[in-house]
């Protein structure tokens, strides 16, 4: 039930291209191209989740222009949008907005390069073997109904946060379910560094290992039950990670340490308290949207969930809406 429909899909095509429509008509000499991004594209979406667009241009006019978020902000409400804010300070600046026509909530941004390849490295890890789609599906949405999920304003983690969380994980399994993809691009670049292409997004490699006629069956030797799996997912947040030291990297595929990533130090002015490496841009701490007090509040919930599988293995009252 939490998977998406063709007709799903459909309509977020269609709302792309109405998106590209407007954006055609107000700067039609301009070549801005609309894409989806995100769980509309990676294998992940649901009926409710937001549509991720980014509009990737050459044209690079921060005052009048596109890149400005106020300047999208106020075509967007001529044509028609509905509750649009723009959160401007934001490492990728964005514009949220609901169209009342289509009864979808987007966030927009313009030339985040490395986007498009997220996507398709999730994809890939999605595609490589069939219990990681319904296992980040129902930690997802268990997230959201904690509401663990709005790392703009709630103080918690992104979506893309969780997911990389549970990559990880599904990478340390023994034996492993997933490979970690750039690791074995780095072999490869290693032992024939001429043959491999290489895709270089603004200086950053965004190359990794994408072809799932050798993926698939990676992890048939595991024969961990999607139930089971969730129980560890939960266990492994609740008691064997440990907060202080580790950092997940879905690049490398294991638990980096903070100190060997620099990040033991400004703990509580850089938000260290959960480290989750983003995967192409390995400075950058996924989870540092969420503060001392949230991490706390984290591992409660995850302890709270562990228990109640333990207990009943009830998944509905594991994501029973949270009240404030």
Not at 100 to 121: F, R
Not at 259 to 286: K, Q
Request: glycine share 6%; net charge negative; aromatic share 10%.
């Amino acid at each position: 039930r939490l998977l998406p429909t063709t007709e799903t899909f459909d309509l977020r095509m269609n709302f792309l291209n109405k998106i590209q429509a407007i954006v055609d008509s107000e700067w039609p000499d301009r070549d801005i191209k609309a894409h989806l991004f995100g769980s509309s594209v990676n294998g992940l979406g649901s009926e409710s989740s937001d549509v991720d667009i980014v509009l990737m241009t050459t044209w690079d006019d921060r005052e009048h222009g596109v890149a400005n978020m106020h300047v999208l902000a106020e075509l967007l409400k001529r044509n028609g949008m509905k509750q649009i804010y723009t959160v401007t300070k934001a490492k990728v600046p964005i514009c949220k907005f609901f169209d009342p026509e289509t009864y979808l909530s987007c966030d927009i941004n313009v030339n985040s390069m490395q986007a498009l390849p997220n996507t398709h490295l999730i994809w890939t890890y999605v595609e490589t073997d069939p219990r990681v789609r319904p296992l980040v599906m129902v930690i997802k949405h268990w997230a959201k109904r904690r509401v663990l999920n709005d790392a703009a304003k709630g103080g918690t983690l992104s979506s893309y946060c969780w997911v990389m969380m549970v990559l990880n994980f599904l990478q340390m399994r023994n034996p492993p379910i997933l490979p970690s993809l750039h690791e074995i691009y780095f072999e490869q670049l290693k032992s024939d560094p001429e043959n491999v292409k290489q895709n270089i997004i603004d200086g950053v490699d965004c190359t990794f290992f994408d072809d799932l006629s050798a993926l698939r069956g990676h992890g048939d030797a595991n024969h961990e039950t999607l139930g089971g799996l969730l129980y560890a997912f939960f266990h492994r947040y609740t008691v064997t990670f440990d907060y202080d030291r580790d950092v997940v990297s879905v690049r490398h595929g294991r638990l980096l340490s903070k100190r060997e990533r620099g990040w033991h130090i400004d703990i509580e002015r850089m938000c260290r308290f959960l480290c989750v490496e983003e995967p192409f841009n390995p400075s950058r701490n996924l989870a540092n949207s969420a503060d001392g007090v949230s991490v706390a509040g984290l591992r409660e919930e995850f302890e709270r969930a562990l228990s109640i599988l333990a207990r009943s293995g009830d998944l509905d009252e594991m994501c029973e809406q949270f009240e404030f």
